[in-house]
């Protein structure tokens, strides 16, 4: 599968960015998806992810009430709506495909659970 992440950019803090990751190669409906991001010396941490349904999503807590995941199943998209940016969100964020179809979600996900990963985009948010 190849995933394509796009939308990121600068922003100031206390703006919204919405970012998308196109899917094409396989069955994007059977698989959850994740985004994560890494900030400059730090890893890559766990953001968010939501189910292959779309039923279901579980948040990191630094961005938990501010973040939004959804997906459009008939696009092969998954979409990062994120509110109310704060600078510490500033990192590139990479959107993931979980290595499993119809994996029954995980309450915590590592960066291995993930099997396929787009290239990244990156998120600038200034005071």
């Known amino acids: 599968v190849q995933l394509q992440a796009c939308g990121g950019g600068p922003v100031q803090a206390g703006g919204s960015l919405r970012l998308s990751c196109a899917t094409s190669?396989?069955?994007?409906?059977?698989?959850?998806m994740g985004w994560f991001r890494q900030a400059p010396g730090k890893e890559r941490e766990f953001v968010g992810a939501?189910?292959?349904?779309?039923?279901?999503?579980i948040y990191a807590d630094s961005v938990k009430g501010r973040f939004t995941i959804s997906r459009d199943n008939a696009k092969n998209t998954v979409y990062l709506q994120m509110n109310s940016l704060k600078p510490e969100d500033t990192a590139v964020y990479y959107c993931?495909?979980?290595?499993?179809?119809?994996?029954?979600?995980?309450?915590?996900?590592?960066?291995?659970?993930?099997?396929?990963w787009g290239q990244g985009t990156q998120v600038t948010v200034s005071s």
């Open positions: 993931a495909a979980d290595r499993f179809a119809f994996r029954a979600m995980k309450n915590v996900y590592r960066v291995l659970d993930f099997g396929s």
């Open positions: 190669g396989r069955d994007f409906s059977s698989y959850t």
């Open positions: 939501i189910s292959w349904s779309g039923g279901r999503t």
